[in-house]
């Protein structure tokens, strides 16, 4: 009896120890993103060395070309590799190649969205007040899990909307006079993480970004730090509040700014002594996952100042 009880003792010990089926595996606990100020994270690498951005002014071939492209606002094709890619162009009637080189602002739509719907609710367009060249990229078409169309952004450094990027550059840069040191870029939520990579991975080729409800950049290797302004929302349900917060203190470390933060007021907050003369803003609001009334005059205020 003695013998039988120890064996069956033993053989219950050893269940207890062993690894489970790999059909009945324990449901992992993910904890919840903490929604108040964290310590700032590990500091990032500095950012790689590159050519450096072109200053101000640096007229692209388009300032020289002898026929007069279009005005207006027209929807556009390009091929990029083997897929043909779309974007809305938004050119304004004072448009004028001979007159001066025209800043370059590329907006980037949130998933599901669309370069029409970004453009009928971001406001930037509408703060340039027809100083400004605008382009509105298209997402890729994808099929989502439940057989549902939407978009998305291939946000890797040698992924397809990157090189979408240099493509319309390129493209938009020989057909009009586009000031090579004026390009900026802005993007709200899937396209604000989009803005965040595009930045990271082409911080040479602009001169500022706007983040508005996004989180990134995710790559360990950027090319270089602009100056970037940031806006989220308290009571943002679909990206948290505290990513928010990483992409400041991320872009803070990117761009190796003083610690110090200055007061803006309105909730806005800036940080100097950046390399580069960059500049990084952190503007908070108590709004939800949608742009602030301010983002559109509050964006090209930044990028004019840059």
Same mark, same amino acid.
């Given at each position: 009896?003695? +013998?039988?009880?120890?064996?069956?003792?033993l053989a219950l010990s050893v269940a207890r120890l062993a690894?489970?089926?790999?059909?009945h595996r324990p449901r992992a606990h993910t904890p919840r993103?903490?929604?108040?100020?964290?310590?700032?994270?590990?500091?990032?690498?500095?950012?790689?060395?590159?050519? =450096?951005?072109?200053?101000? $002014?640096?007229?692209?071939?388009?300032?020289? =070309?002898?026929?007069?492209?279009?005005?207006?606002?027209?929807?556009?094709?390009?091929?990029?590799?083997?897929?043909?890619?779309?974007?809305?162009?938004?050119?304004?009637?004072?448009?004028?190649?001979?007159?001066?080189?025209?800043?370059?602002?590329?907006?980037?739509?949130?998933?599901?969205?669309?370069?029409?719907?970004?453009?009928?609710?971001?406001?930037?367009?509408?703060?340039?007040?027809?100083?400004?060249?605008?382009?509105?990229?298209?997402?890729?078409?994808?099929?989502?899990?439940? $057989?549902?169309?939407? /978009?998305?952004?291939?946000?890797?450094?040698? !992924?397809?909307?990157?090189?979408?990027?240099?493509?319309?550059?390129?493209?938009?840069?020989? +057909?009009? *006079?586009?000031?090579? !040191?004026?390009?900026?870029?802005?993007?709200?939520?899937?396209?604000?993480?989009?803005?965040?990579?595009? /930045? *990271?991975?082409?911080? /040479?080729?602009?001169?500022?970004?706007?983040?508005?409800? !996004?989180?990134?950049?995710?790559? +360990?290797?950027?090319?270089?730090?602009?100056?970037?302004?940031?806006?989220?929302?308290?009571?943002?349900?679909?990206?948290?509040?505290?990513?928010?917060?990483? /992409?400041?203190?991320?872009?803070?470390?990117?761009?190796? *700014?003083?610690?110090?933060?200055?007061?803006? !007021?309105?909730?806005?907050?800036?940080?100097?002594?950046? =390399?580069?003369?960059?500049?990084?803003?952190?503007?908070?609001?108590?709004?939800?996952?949608?742009?602030?009334?301010?983002?559109?005059?509050?964006?090209?205020?930044?990028?004019?100042?840059r």
């Open positions: 009896m003695l +013998r039988h009880a120890l064996a069956f003792a690894p489970a089926s790999p059909h993103t903490p929604s108040t100020p964290r310590t700032p994270p590990t500091p990032a690498p500095a950012p790689i060395p590159s050519p =450096a951005r072109p200053p101000v $002014g640096t007229p692209s071939p388009g300032c020289t =070309a002898a026929d007069a492209p279009p005005r207006g606002v027209h929807e556009n094709s390009l091929a990029v590799g083997a897929r043909t890619r779309t974007f809305l162009l938004s050119v304004p009637e004072a448009y004028d190649a001979h007159a001066q080189p025209w800043p370059l602002v590329v907006a980037l739509h949130g998933r599901t969205g669309t370069p029409r719907s970004l453009r009928g609710y971001l406001g930037v367009e509408q703060a340039t007040d027809g100083h400004a060249i605008v382009v509105y990229p298209a997402g890729l078409r994808v099929t989502d899990r439940r $057989g549902r169309s939407t /978009t998305r952004w291939d946000t890797h450094g040698d !992924g397809v909307d990157v090189a979408f990027f240099d493509a319309l550059l390129a493209e938009l840069g020989r +057909r009009y *006079c586009i000031d090579l !040191g004026r390009v900026f870029v802005v993007g709200h939520s899937a396209g604000a993480v989009m803005a965040n990579e595009l /930045t *990271c991975h082409r911080g /040479t080729s602009l001169r500022a970004a706007a983040i508005i409800a !996004g989180s990134g950049p995710w790559s +360990r290797a950027c090319t270089a730090a602009p100056s970037v302004w940031i806006t989220h929302g308290r009571r943002d349900a679909d990206v948290a509040w505290s990513y928010g917060e990483r /992409t400041r203190d991320r872009w803070i470390s990117l761009a190796r *700014c003083a610690p110090d933060a200055h007061d803006d !007021g309105d909730g806005c907050t800036h940080w100097e002594g950046c =390399a580069d003369d960059a500049r990084v803003t952190f503007c908070a609001h108590d709004g939800d996952h949608g742009p602030p009334d301010f983002t559109g005059p509050a964006v090209w205020r930044f990028f004019l100042s």
